[in-house]
């Protein structure tokens, strides 16, 4: 498995931009897909982006489309989620996960990071 760390949440004000960073140990990074998923309160975890172990393809949730966008740079085992024109209702804890099938569901993903949360003020 890989150990990952999220990075770069804090609050925004509404459209407003914010990046997140998700670094990873441990090895062959570069082998695995890696998403990024959000959780709010009282709701369940929901997906937002994915990339493959190249980058190569990408996957974003239909509700982030044209805003928000996810890379990698496997030489830094790093991932990367850019959310521009952010909106209050996206506040919730952004989750960075590695998996091994490309995917937009939780069960594709067998690693976790602890979160970072996003808080976005009308």
């Known amino acids: 498995q890989v150990q990952l760390v999220e990075s770069g949440g804090g609050l925004v004000q509404a459209g407003g931009s914010l990046r997140l960073s998700c670094a990873a140990s441990g090895r062959a990074f570069s082998s695995y897909v890696m998403g990024w998923f959000r959780q709010a309160p009282g709701k369940e975890r929901e997906f937002v982006a994915a990339?493959?172990?190249?980058?190569?393809?990408?996957f974003l949730a239909a509700s982030v489309k044209g805003r928000f966008a996810i890379s990698r740079d496997n030489a830094k085992n790093t991932v990367y989620l850019q959310m521009n024109s952010l909106k209050p209702e996206e506040t919730a804890v952004y989750y960075c996960?590695?998996?091994?099938?490309?995917?937009?569901?939780?069960?594709?993903?067998?690693?976790w990071g602890q979160g970072t949360q996003v808080t976005v003020s009308s």
């Open positions: 996960a590695a998996g091994k099938t490309l995917g937009t569901h939780r069960e594709g993903y067998d690693s």
């Open positions: 990339i493959s172990w190249n980058g190569g393809s990408t």
